[in-house]
């Protein structure tokens, strides 16, 4: 990806504006755009494959499809053998493609029977903007690309066709494509969630006008190893565990001690100088036994205040249960937490921790987390998002509200709980209030080879042992 936009995130109406304005500003046309973005398609056709390869171009009637048409001409001048499938254009720049293609020779067809025998499918039927289910020919467009994928390589013009390009959800279903070049700057939908299904290798082509376009204000953006360096404070040689802050986790019910132990192992690993577990009476000698490096006490009657009155950071939730006793802890984290006067520790809180806070009574405001980092996955974030809007989401499946619009989901955490928030998923979304962190953030590390119980009890943990070790910088981000 250039440099001027490879990490900026933005909504499909600001593209749709900012890059007419920003054509314009260096006097550029949209037909010279349209050549600038069949071109960069030309470019990752000939990276992956070289001529003469078969090649259909599938076009729709706006902009986008005549994106394809142009690309039809160059690819068919550099040698490949192409063929376009299409409905007639109803834009005047796609009219014109056509026209030119027509002039040199080209035809197209306007049904697909099947797209089998191409080695590389080209997905020009609908860019971005897509906010309706799919129907007709874009429909069995789509339903054609897909059946010949397994013996094609795809290339997505824009965004996948189906693909809504704000929040990443198929329209029901969306082109699976192999590559997707992206024009003028990043969607947001491209990066998050079920999006990853369909993208496939993301790149960008800022089409000269990336200088003009990045004045306007991205709404998100990704995270860079740069950004991160940021919070992480360099090491004295001299340095030692004391230097490195006390983190004291509270987990481990009766039965869950495994998630406890894997926790406190992460956060050892993470940096922390030291850590302190607070674990229910019956599982400390399992937990005790299994990691001698953590300093393992049961709860008492003095209950967590002498711990947390150590601590550097605090992390409430692995394995924690929803009991009586689990619901004590957070209680009485929630209480001191709320009456401290000095500087705060920051919380960091998961699994069970946040379904016992969606399970506060409703009619009562809502806890002011500040200083607290939410780490739901969707189902998580389903139920703290019902627990503070329940006469809005009454019946619905909150987990799919969440997928539908991960954006929206976390604003409304955020906004809600005055927390900041760490949406987990694929293209995990980073947010928190305005005076912590200027946009949205998002991470597209990892995979799902992280998707099972105790890699789930491991991977955010770094959050929690550099919260610990850098907590005088404490972020939500990377703290």
Known sequence: MVAQ????????????????????????????????????????????????????IVCGPGNNGGDGWVLARLAQAAGYQVTVYAVPPTTKLAQQAQAAWQAEGGRWQGSIDSLHGYQILVDAVLGSGLTRPLAGFYLAAVQAINAAANTAWVLSVDVPTGLNSDTGQPQPIAVTAAHTVTMVAIKAGLVTGKAKDYVGQLSLAEMGIGAAFSKQPAMAELVQPELAQRWLAKRKPSSHKGDHGHLVLIAGGPGMSGAAILAGRAALRSGAGKVTLVTHPHTLA????????????GTDEKGLIPWLEQADAIVIGPGLGRDAWAQQQLQQLLD?????????????????????????????????????????????????LRSVMSTRFADENMTAVVEADRYEALTQLVTNFNAEVLLKGAGTLIAGPAHQIERILVCERGSSALGNSRLGRCAQWPLRGLASAASATFSCSFA
């Open 336 to 384: 001191w937490h709320t009456e401290l006067t000095g500087p705060l520790p920051p919380v960091v809180a998961d699994a069970d921790a946040l379904n016992l806070l969606a399970q506060l009574p409703q009619g009562e405001p809502s806890p002011n987390l500040r200083q607290w980092v939410l780490t739901p996955h969707p189902a998580e974030a389903g139920r703290l």
């Open 5 to 56: 936009l490879s990490h900026l995130i933005y909504r499909t109406e600001q593209v749709r504006r900012g890059e007419q304005a920003a054509a314009a500003a260096i006097g550029l046309s949209m037909a010279q755009l349209m050549q600038a973005a069949a071109q960069a398609c030309l470019q990752a056709i000939q990276d992956h494959c070289a001529a003469p390869a078969r090649v259909a």
């Open 286 to 297: 399992i937990i005790a036994q299994a990691q001698p490096e953590l300093m393992v006490h």
